[in-house]
């Protein structure tokens, strides 16, 4: 069973920078064989696709609130995912959650593993 652990989550100011990282463990396939994503889930709002990554093709899709400013890339070595986020403003304020699927990348949540999630606060 594939385990998933985020960190890098915290308190930043507007306009400020954060860089999530997302672990993955006791994957049955070689990292690369998975496609990756983050999402997002603010209080009271649906779970939100932020970004993904799918290594064997090299498509990267973002969600439209983030394009321009977050960049998702991986370390297969590592079997590590990251999300680079800059130019936050308040309203990216939200649990960030990492999520791993075999197969095409989606943008909904059918994604087979996920992680705990890390806090972003991004105060005005």
């Known amino acids: 069973q594939v385990q998933l652990v985020e960190s890098g989550g915290g308190l930043v100011q507007n306009g400020g920078s954060l860089r999530l990282s997302c672990e993955a463990s006791g994957l049955t396939f070689t990292f690369s064989a998975y496609t990756m994503g983050w999402f997002r889930q603010a209080p009271g709002k649906e779970r939100e696709f932020v970004a993904g990554t799918r290594r064997d093709t090299g498509t990267i899709y973002y969600g439209d609130s983030v394009k321009g400013r977050f960049t998702i890339s991986r370390d297969n070595a590592k079997n590590t995912v990251y999300l680079q986020m800059n130019s936050l403003e308040p309203e990216d304020t939200a649990v960030y959650y990492c999520?791993?699927?075999?197969?095409?990348?989606?943008?909904?949540?059918?994604?087979?593993?996920w992680g705990q999630g890390t806090q972003v606060t991004v105060s005005s």
């Open positions: 999520a791993a699927r075999l197969g095409a990348l989606v943008v909904t949540a059918q994604y087979d593993s």
